[in-house]
């Protein structure tokens, strides 16, 4: 099943099909390829071009969502972002990917935020002195933090553009004083 994935169209259709089957969840549909296409106005070839099966696409788009993420993280690291505008680039990734992370929270696919948590420990525990064992405590109550944030701008804002930035700065905030808060400093 070769992909092309620079192509215009081909990604133009990904994107129909990842919003159809957000939809359907969102009311409460069961996910099947046949509704899927009659929502997304697809073929079921087109489809297939895709993925093999409902599996491999929930897959494939938390694989999406991940290499995008650690390109971000890698830019950030090379570019020396502060952490503010990287948070800030981070919820427009979340903003313009809501039907994909909301397919896979519904999907149970808890690998997908865990892994991105993992790849953004080096970018966000810069600076931070502690011994080996609290800083990974301090880290995994920090993980909790920004995942109830980005959880909350979702659920309670409903991906509101104008309420991102100040997520972003909560965030930066929260990664500042992440060992004074939780007592972690050596």
């Not at 159809?20 to 046949?34: D, F, H, N, P, Y």
Request: glycine residues 6%; charged residues 20%; proline residues 2%.
């Amino acid at each position: 099943m070769a992909k092309r994935e620079d192509d215009a169209r081909f990604l133009n259709s990904e994107k129909l099909i990842i919003g159809a089957a957000a939809t359907e969840l969102r009311q409460g549909r069961t996910i099947t390829v046949t509704g899927l296409c009659r929502r997304a106005g697809i073929f079921a070839s087109t489809f297939y071009r895709h993925y093999h099966n409902l599996d491999d696409m929930i897959d494939a788009c938390g694989k999406r969502l991940l290499a995008d993420f650690k390109a971000l993280v890698k830019q950030a690291q090379q570019q020396r972002l502060s952490k503010e505008v990287f948070f800030l680039q981070w919820g427009m990734l979340i903003y313009q990917n809501q039907d994909a992370f909301y397919l896979l929270a519904t999907a149970r696919k808890l690998s997908v935020p865990l892994m991105m948590l993992y790849a953004l420990k080096p970018f966000t525990t810069a600076g931070w002195r502690s011994s080996p064992q609290r800083l990974a405590q301090i880290y995994l109550i920090y993980s909790y933090e920004v995942i109830g944030v980005w959880i909350g701008w979702a659920e309670r804002e409903q991906f509101d553009i104008n309420a991102m930035p100040r997520h972003a700065k909560e965030l930066s905030f929260l990664t500042k004083t992440a060992l004074q808060r939780l007592g972690g400093i050596a």
